[in-house]
């Protein structure tokens, strides 16, 4: 009597309740494992991305560093770059504006701030979706259950048998809808604590980039190590 129990016998002798929450959990978890997918792969792009920013600094002037963070207009640490370098170059030529009344640092430390702000806002899209899945997930499959035993019960209660044999498998199958809930919000879960976590560390590494660009606008060295030495390079653009 296989054929009896199951996904597939709940899902044919389900109403229109019963499958419109069967689906609704598997469109969430379509959406999270799509998610998890294209954000995971975002962030090890950009670890590697990550990884060729330190050799910025090894180069003869910001133009052949700037070379050295390649072509691609999605990386971040090239258009923060480029960012501080415009910001720089406004500054100091542009004299009638209402940015004269900050100095040089407070301008560039704006314009390299909106910069990571716009791409932490980037780096963090489609979380909420995991978010949202995650927490509602386990009651949409726990309405699901509690919709099947509800049915269930009343066809008890109609056929006029009561015997533990015909109640354990109507409520069972009920609660296979609990049990989807919980295999669709904790992935999210997973996958969200872990997104957020690579993300962290992407803009740790951002944000030491342009403490270093900071510098090095500010004062035409980057600053490095603990002791505050500083590296310079020359300001070819």
Known sequence: METEFGLAH????GDIVTKTVAL????MSLASWIVIILKALDIFRFRKLAQGSEDFWHSEDFAAGLSKLGSDDENPFRLLAIEGREASAHHRNTKAHLHDTLDVSDWVTRCLRNSIDAFTARLQGGLAILASVGSTAPFVGLFGTVWG????????GTAGQATIDKVAGPVGEALIMTALGLAVAIPAVLGYNALVRGNKAILHKLNSFAHDLHAYFVTGARVSGTSATVVPM???V
């Open 10 to 13: 709940v899902w044919s002798q």
């Open 24 to 27: 609704l959990l598997l469109a």
């Open 234 to 236: 020359k300001k070819g």
């Open 149 to 156: 035993i509800y049915h269930a019960l009343l066809g008890i």
